[in-house]
């Protein structure tokens, strides 16, 4: 797994977009996630800048459960909610899966209560990350 400070990333080889956008939300699914927004930036970025990016999804995951908590415990966190979760292909054929790693941007807040439960949502996306790229 590719680590960086603020996220984690796979590659996955001889896969299209759509493969692994389904792959990924069904591997968020088995960890309790949905996809709150998919957000298309390379058709966003044509339609209103006219220009030409590889194919880039942001995916909205949220865990219902995870996310009351969290609010229950820090009721601003919101600001840090969904968990982004990234699917790109820089080239045909190779699809990058990247995820925002939780408990980074929970070091933002001060809170020892919502650091147990990033730490939990870190470990669910590493292993949908895997489950995908594996």
């Known amino acids: 797994m590719n680590e960086f400070r603020y996220g984690f990333s796979k590659t996955v080889e001889k896969t299209t977009m759509a493969d692994a956008i389904a792959r990924v ?24 800048l006219d220009v030409d990016h590889p194919p880039y999804r942001i995916l909205g995951a949220c865990n219902p459960p995870l996310a009351h ?49 990033a730490e939990d949502v870190e470990a669910r996306l590493r292993r949908v990350i895997e489950k995908v790229a594996g």
């Open 69 to 117: 908590q969290a609010l229950q415990a820090e009721p601003q966190i919101g600001l840090l909610l969904p968990c982004n979760v990234v699917v790109q292909e820089p080239e045909k054929g190779t699809v990058v899966i990247s995820a925002l790693n939780p408990s980074t941007m929970f070091e933002l807040v001060d809170n020892d209560g919502v650091k147990t439960i």
């Open 25 to 48: 939300t069904d591997a968020l699914a088995e960890e309790g996630f949905g996809v709150l927004t998919e957000i298309d930036v390379a058709a966003t970025l044509k339609k209103k």
